[in-house]
Each structure stands twice: as structure tokens, then as C-alpha cells.
């Protein structure tokens, strides 16, 4: 992943959703330990105190927790609690914009469904 430092996203939350992917895809699991602040700042060339910012956030979330001397690790819920939270902030916010643009562009309710079928189907193939 390259970070993008030039976008409105801070970079600890860049991070954060960096190591929420890793757990989705499942190259870190449950009671796994995750990389520490170090790694983070080595692997992305970024102050240490920004990567344990995004982890951090993580831990809050419970989406990680630490191990005292040891690190961090994925919870065992954390792969549910990121779905969650991904479906009903992120999704959500996509589906509004498309919505949003649907209705600027004068597509129907069933253009779009249609349109997101079509593109649902190419997927599968």
C-alpha cells in the first residue's frame, strides 16, 4: 500500500484501514499478532508516533488489543466488528453519493438497481 500524503485523510487513519484490509483479506487473524509502531514506520516511512496513533484507534475499537510487553493482536471479533463498521459508515456513504448523482442525472430507481446488477454480474464472470 502507498500512503497518500498529499489526500484529506490523515495518515494514522490511512494505516488504521490499512490493517482493517489485512485483517478482511486475512493475512492477520484472530489473537494474530499485528505489526508493531516500528514495523509500521519502517514499512510506510512514517513517524512512529503516527503509526501507533492508527493503532490506537484500532485498540479504542477493540478491533485490537495489547498484550502488555508483547504488542498488539487482532480480537477474536474483530473481523465481524470491521464489517459492521465498514457496511454501515462506508458503504452507506457510497451508496448516498450514488444515489445523489442518480438523482442529478435524472436515472430511475430501477436504471440504477439495473446498472448495479449489470456491474454485479461482470463481477461473477
Not at 22 to 50: H, R, W
Amino acid at each position: 500500500m502507498i500512503l497518500n500524503t498529499d489526500g484529506t485523510k490523515p495518515i494514522y487513519v490511512q494505516i488504521s484501514d490499512w490493517l482493517e484490509t489485512e485483517i478482511l483479506s486475512g493475512n492477520i487473524g484472530a489473537d494474530e499478532k499485528v505489526y508493531s509502531q516500528y514495523q509500521l514506520a519502517e514499512m510506510f516511512n512514517i513517524n512512529p508516533a503516527t503509526a501507533a496513533k492508527g493503532l490506537n484507534m484500532l485498540a479504542d475499537e477493540n478491533i485490537v488489543y495489547k498484550k502488555r510487553g508483547l504488542g498488539m493482536f487482532v480480537s477474536p471479533d474483530a473481523l465481524d466488528m470491521i464489517l459492521i463498521k465498514r457496511k454501515s459508515l462506508t458503504l452507506k456513504r457510497l451508496v448516498l453519493e450514488i444515489v445523489t448523482e442518480a438523482r442529478q442525472l435524472g436515472v430511475s430507481e430501477t436504471e440504477l438497481v439495473e446498472m448495479i446488477k449489470e456491474v454485479n454480474n461482470v463481477r461473477e464472470e
